[in-house]
């Protein structure tokens, strides 16, 4: 016969799961009300707020930043897609073997540790500013055009390494069984790596996706009117700081999403990935 917990047994639990919450909430008010007194006590507070924390002054520059913002969400939506797959060729560039594919090895190699290699805010500049100026025909000439392109080569580079990652975490004995079965390297690849593989960096890509969001505000050096250029410009007319501000909570209000998303996946990744040893 089971003993059913008794009443005492009940309260000790739940105030075993309350009191670790409520510690929490008092230490978080506590280090929290302590960062706000000590900022709001500071003798240039009031100067300081009207200049980037103006209510009025934000209402006016929403419009204009929200529209730049469309435009930078845009240029990551299209910038991700061409990432996703100009990463995974890469990547199988990289994972063929025999000395047929050495050249598409090695150009991988070269690829990645070439853009990897240099600041993203580099690419930007010499895409964006140079090769416009070339004036090659039949080519677009829009500093937008080409600092997205920057991007996507910078960003690939990452997301090869991700990509070739899962690749090297599925087992040898996946690759060997399938070739005994009679598959190629392209089918093995196709139907028992690259299923796992792409599965398994799912939350590390995640990453590269929120930096991604908030790197493209990089093309603002270009002159491209995103939501930084914008609250620029509402800057440089009214001389106060809180339509950067508000680019910030819209930035802010995109990626923190994403990252609470990324943090669930990792630890369901990490779930499944103990019982798979048991």
């Keep these: 016969m089971t003993r059913r917990p008794g009443k005492g047994r009940r309260q000790i639990a739940l105030k075993d799961r309350l009191t670790p919450v409520l510690i929490s ?18 003798e240039q507070w009031p100067r300081i707020q009207n200049q980037f924390f103006s209510f009025e002054a934000m209402l006016e520059a929403a419009p204009g930043v929200a529209g730049g913002f469309l435009v ?11 990432i996703g797959i100009w990463a995974l060729v890469l990547a199988i560039f990289r994972a063929m073997s025999g000395p047929w594919f050495a050249p598409l090895r090695v150009f991988a190699i070269v690829y990645v540790d070439l853009f990897r290699g240099l600041p993203a805010l580099l690419l930007v500049l010499l895409f964006g500013f140079g090769i416009p100026a070339l004036n090659l025909p039949g080519l677009p000439k829009e500093g937008l055009f080409w600092g997205g392109v920057a991007l996507i080569l910078s960003y690939s580079a990452y997301a090869t390494e991700v990509y070739r990652s899962g690749i090297e975490a599925v087992h040898e004995g996946q690759g060997m069984a399938a070739k005994a079965l009679g ?7 196709r139907y028992a790596i690259l299923p796992q593989a792409l599965r398994n960096v799912v939350p590390a890509m995640l990453n590269l996706v929120v930096a991604l969001q908030k790197d493209v505000a990089l093309l603002s050096v270009l002159g491209v009117r995103d939501a930084v250029r914008e609250a620029q410009i509402y800057t440089a007319r009214t001389f106060n700081y809180s339509s950067l501000v508000v680019a910030a909570i819209l930035f802010l209000l995109a990626t923190i999403p994403l990252a609470r998303l990324t ?10 990935r103990l019982q798979g040893a048991r």
């Design 25 to 42: 909430l008092v230490s978080v008010v506590v280090v929290f009300g302590a960062i706000a007194y000590f900022v709001g006590s500071a």
């Design 72 to 82: 930078s969400l845009q240029i990551w939506l299209i910038s991700l897609v061409c």
């Design 183 to 189: 598959l190629t390297q392209w089918q093995t690849l």
């Design 263 to 272: 943090d669930h996946l990792q630890r369901r990744d990490r779930a499944r």
